[in-house]
């Protein structure tokens, strides 16, 4: 007599997928973590990379990089600060190979930049033909729109080129970043590529210009009328008690970070702020706080930060962040990494960005 094969239930059928989605729930997270962790720890080579460029920047030129190269400012109540329109405008220049698509000049002028420090350390992240086809006579917006013309007679702009080790995995892995830093600050708005996650640390005081939100350069004269009597110090980053490894038109030697190359934050990752945060403003003030910049070889807020705020605040554009859950990754002077908790001691938080305060960091960050 022939036995009948029996088959699953409707309810054994169900018992079963409740088990499998029971599992895949208990295993997503895990997933998730190790994801994240992987993320991390290629966060940190990158930091580790950019650590490693700038000291072979160093080790050729016996001081760091510039951390923005100027030479056009303004002056407000306090003093000079470098006008945006530097790295903006384009230069009456004709496009190379008749170009088609090459700028309508606006403004010419020698001598103008408005360039990071990234930059000039493209050569020691194997980024060095890039390096070689930017035309130091131009600044970034026009080597965004003329580009430069290779040897296979194609056209390259290194302005609006993405560099991978210049992203947070966490974070992103395009200038938009899924749509999420759509209306940040760029040096042309319809540029969608070329941005950049991390900053170099130039102190912690007041290091850029409100509203324009671009870096102060003061004189010495300027500088010494803004300190307080009373505590011989002064509130920006220019001063001998808040400075650090970039500004503008810098040129720090490894002899200038006189608090120790352990103890002085190099590079960290930077604030970016998203869409939401900018519509929210409550007014114009408030939104110009709000409002990041971004782009590698962009001068100014997109590639300096300030040790000022503590980081993960929310509160300025000028701080540290990171998209790695209670902590920010930065790369010391000597060239570590290291995740600092962003509830750490305000106090300690700004020596790490100050370069020669005198000031010990006695606690464990």
């Not at 947070?168 to 042309?188: H, L």
């Not at 970039?246 to 590079?267: E, H, L, W, Y």
Request: charged letters at 15%; one cysteine or more; a neutral charge.
């Amino acid at each position: 007599m022939r036995q009948k094969r029996r088959g699953f239930t409707l309810i054994e059928l169900l018992v079963v997928i409740a088990i499998i989605a029971i599992l895949i729930s208990l295993l997503l997270p895990a997933v998730q973590r190790a994801r994240e962790a992987a993320r991390k720890t290629q966060c940190a080579n990158n930091l580790k990379q950019l650590g490693l460029a700038l000291h072979n920047y160093h080790d050729n030129h016996k001081v760091f990089p510039p951390g923005q190269v100027s030479n056009l400012f303004l002056t407000d109540a306090v003093g000079r600060y470098v006008s945006n329109v530097e790295a903006k405008f384009l230069i009456n220049v004709p496009p190379p190979n008749n170009n088609p698509n090459g700028p309508q000049p606006i403004y010419s002028g020698p001598g103008y930049h408005g360039t990071s420090w990234m930059l000039h350390i493209l050569p020691m992240i194997d980024q060095g033909p890039l390096y070689n086809y930017w035309n130091f006579n131009l600044n970034v917006r026009t080597m965004g729109e003329v580009g430069a013309l290779t040897q296979d007679l194609s056209l390259v702009y290194p302005p609006k080129t993405t560099i991978a080790a210049f992203y947070c995995p966490s974070r992103r892995d395009t200038m938009y970043g899924n749509g999420k830093y759509q209306q940040a600050e760029r040096v042309d708005i319809n540029w969608n590529s070329g941005g950049n996650d991390y900053a170099g640390v130039s102190g912690s005081g007041i290091t850029f210009q409100e509203p324009n939100r671009q870096t102060y350069w003061l004189t010495p004269a300027q500088l010494g009328a803004t300190i307080i009597t009373a505590t011989n110090t002064s509130p920006y980053t220019q001063h001998s008690s808040k400075v650090g490894m970039f500004g503008v038109n810098s040129a720090t030697p490894m002899a200038g970070v006189s608090d120790g190359t352990t103890n002085v934050i190099m590079v960290a990752e930077r604030r970016v702020f998203q869409n939401g945060n900018i519509t929210a403003a409550a007014n114009n003030n408030a939104q110009n706080l709000l409002l990041s910049s971004d782009g590698w070889c962009f001068g100014g807020p997109a590639t300096l930060l300030s040790t000022r705020n503590s980081p993960h605040t929310g509160r300025h554009f000028d701080e540290a962040d990171s998209e790695h859950t209670g902590m920010v990754q930065a790369c010391m002077a000597d060239g570590s990494v290291r995740a600092i908790g962003v509830n750490i001691d305000l106090r300690t938080w700004e020596n790490l960005g100050n370069m020669a305060q005198g000031a010990p960091i006695d606690i464990n960050f």
